[in-house]
Structures are given as C-alpha cells and as structure tokens.
C-alpha cells in the first residue's frame, strides 16, 4: 500500500467543468509535488510546495491551481482543462529543506484524467 | 543541460539474467542524492533505490544494485535474476541538497523474456 493517497483514481471531465484532485500523506513531509505525466515519458514537475509554502510554479497554466491547506494535504484544482491536459497526475511528496538531499519521494498511485 | 540522461529508450533481457540500466548526470553541487524508480504500466511510482554523493560504497537493495562512478558521474542500475514482473519503465533521478526539486531522466523501458 502506498503511504501518499491520491483521489479519485480515474477522472473524466469536459472542458468547462471544474474538479479537484486531493494528495494526502501521514508521514510527516514537508515537500509536496504535483507531476503531469504522459504515457512512456517521465514525470513533468509542475508544483511544489515546501511548508506550506508553495516554493516552485513551473510556469503552469492559470487553468490548473494548486492548494496546501496544511502539511499532509495538497489539492490541484482543475477549471477549463483542454484534451491535452489529458494525463496522469502524481503526487508525490519527501522530507523538506536542506537536510532532505537523501531522502526519495514517495508518491501516490495518479490520478487518470481524461478530457473529453 | 540535462541533469540527468539515460541513453537507453528500451531494453530486453533474457529472465533470470542480468541487466544494466544505464545513467549518467550532470551537477556542480558537491552533495546530491541518486534514486533509481520503477513505473509498471498500472502507473504508481516504486522507489527502488538511493546512492549518496558522499557514500563510499554501492547501494544494494535485493536483487538491485546502484553501480555508481562518481568520476565519471555515472550512476546505472544492475538488477540481477531478472523477473517477468521487471518488466516496466524506469527512471533515474537526482535530488541536489540545497533544494527540494528532483530531476528524471527520460526513462528505459525494460522488457523481460521468458
């Protein structure tokens, strides 16, 4: 079982819905990630927060919003998605700060979006 | 740059023998950790293995072991006694320690024969 909880498993949406994406982890981290991924290529860094604070935005479009209400959650809020935006999307999450070099991510099983 | 590079888009391997994933990455900062992970098509990430800058010996971890050359910035996976069950994508990754991003490579999918 993985330690990083990712809901809903599947998703299917249109282009003027709006939907949320939940992460949740009970292991004490301080860094939490969203990733988009597309089939056979690797993970694309999208979001991250460290304490909270959201650290690094990789010059996501405005349609996808991400929120961390405290240490153990973080949610991606999803409004006026395309068919591109069709992917999985990762949560992953690892010790924060300075001291975290050594330690892995540990990431949720994705959520499947579909973008009808 | 890339930051991390794995040269090798798929790889078949007979089971029960032995392969090699290769990577190699690319860091000016003295302190950085290496990750190696398995992605099977069902899509969740398994973390396989971990080398440090600073470790004086290879990482093992079961039937999976880190061949690391810090010279020459190479860091591949061996995994012996291949499984059916390898069969999947695999990434390698690199976290420098004075920041919390990881950087993948663009992965090798591995397909183990019976």
């Known amino acids: 079982d993985t330690e990083v909880t990712q809901t809903p498993k599947h998703l299917v949406m249109g282009m003027t819905n709006k939907k949320s994406l939940k992460c949740e982890q009970h292991?004490?981290?301080?860094?939490m990630y969203w990733y988009k991924q597309k089939a056979k290529k690797p993970p694309e860094l999208m979001f991250v927060y460290s304490y909270e604070k959201l650290s690094i935005n990789e010059s996501v479009p405005s349609r996808f919003s991400p929120e961390c209400p405290n240490s153990s959650l973080l949610n991606l809020h999803l409004h006026a998605l395309q068919p591109e935006d069709s992917a999985l999307y990762l949560c992953a999450s690892s010790q924060g700060g300075n001291r975290g070099g050594n330690q892995p991510q540990h990431f949720g099983d994705g959520t499947r979006l579909s973008i009808l | 740059a890339q930051k991390i590079t794995q040269t090798q888009p798929g790889m078949f391997v007979q089971e029960k023998e032995a392969v090699t994933l290769d990577c190699t990455y690319d860091t000016s900062d003295p302190s950085y950790g290496l990750f190696w992970y398995k992605q099977p098509s069902s899509g969740e990430m398994i973390f396989l293995i971990y080398?440090?800058?600073?470790?004086?010996q290879n990482a093992t971890e079961g039937r999976y072991s880190l061949n690391f050359q810090k010279a020459r910035k190479s860091a591949n996976l061996v995994i012996s006694a291949s499984q059916l069950g390898d069969s999947a994508m695999y990434f390698c990754a690199m976290r420098e320690n004075t920041g919390n991003q990881f950087y993948f490579g663009t992965g090798t999918s591995l397909t183990v024969i019976p």
């Open positions: 292991m004490g981290h301080r860094a």
């Open positions: 080398q440090g800058s600073y470790d004086q």
